[in-house]
Structure formats: C-alpha cells, structure tokens
C-alpha cells in the first residue's frame, strides 16, 4: 500500500514540472492599456485607429492582437483587423489597427490577444 501512495505523489510532481515548463515556453499575452481615436475621411468614411500596449509575461513569442468594432446599438461586429507581432519575455509592445465604420452608428471596441 505504501509503494503506491509514492507512486502517485511521483506522477503529480512530473506533471506539475511539466506543466511549469510548458508555461515558460510561450508567451502570456496582456492588454495593458488601449485607446481608440475617431477619423472621418472623404474616401473610408469613419475609421477608428484602435491601439493597444501588449506586455507579454510569458516566454519570448508571436502574439496575435484582434482588434473589433462593435455597433452599439445592434451588438454585431462591424469590422476586425489582426496582426501579429513577436514580443520578447518581459517587454511591451504597441501595436495599431484600423477599423471602418460607418459615420451614422455608434461604436464600441474589443482588443483580444492570444
């Protein structure tokens, strides 16, 4: 009965040392701040320059930031633009991505990162 109360205890240490390793290997993407300004030009019509500052709290890694403008009033996704960008561990990055919307509606934005 002994021999296999170890046992166990010897397989969840490994998996927790795994577990860590595997944390360490990716990046762990945050937004840490984000603005967005409204433009009204004669060729888009309005646009929202969307930016965010990503820290990355994981290891070195590319990260993808999805920006999405959502109507108000009708909860739907208007538009959405990506990019994606290698952080290195510990270090923030500023990313920008424009939106277009429509000069009649009103908007609010959603950043994600993964």
């Known amino acids: ?8 205890l010897g397989l969840a240490a490994v ?3 795994t577990a860590g390793c595997m944390g360490l ?3 762990n993407p945050k937004v840490v701040e984000d603005s967005a300004t409204k ?14 500052v990503i820290q990355n709290d994981g290891g070195d890694g590319d990260v993808t930031v999805t ?3 959502i109507d108000e009033e009708k909860e739907f996704v208007r ?3 990506s990019t994606t960008v290698f952080i ?3 270090e923030t990055k500023k990313v920008s991505l424009t939106l277009d919307g ?5 908007y609010k934005y959603s950043i994600e990162v993964s």
Do not use: E, W
């Not at 002994?2 to 046992?7: A, D, F, Q, T």
């Not at 433009?39 to 965010?52: F, M, T």
């Open 1 to 8: 009965m002994m021999n296999r109360h170890i046992l166990i």
């Open 15 to 17: 998996l927790v040392l």
């Open 25 to 27: 290997g990716g990046p």
């Open 39 to 52: 433009d009204v030009s004669i060729s888009k019509g309005l646009v929202y320059n969307v930016n965010a």
């Open 67 to 69: 920006a999405k403008l």
């Open 79 to 81: 538009d959405q633009a």
């Open 88 to 90: 290195p561990s510990g």
């Open 102 to 106: 429509d000069v009649a509606r009103t």
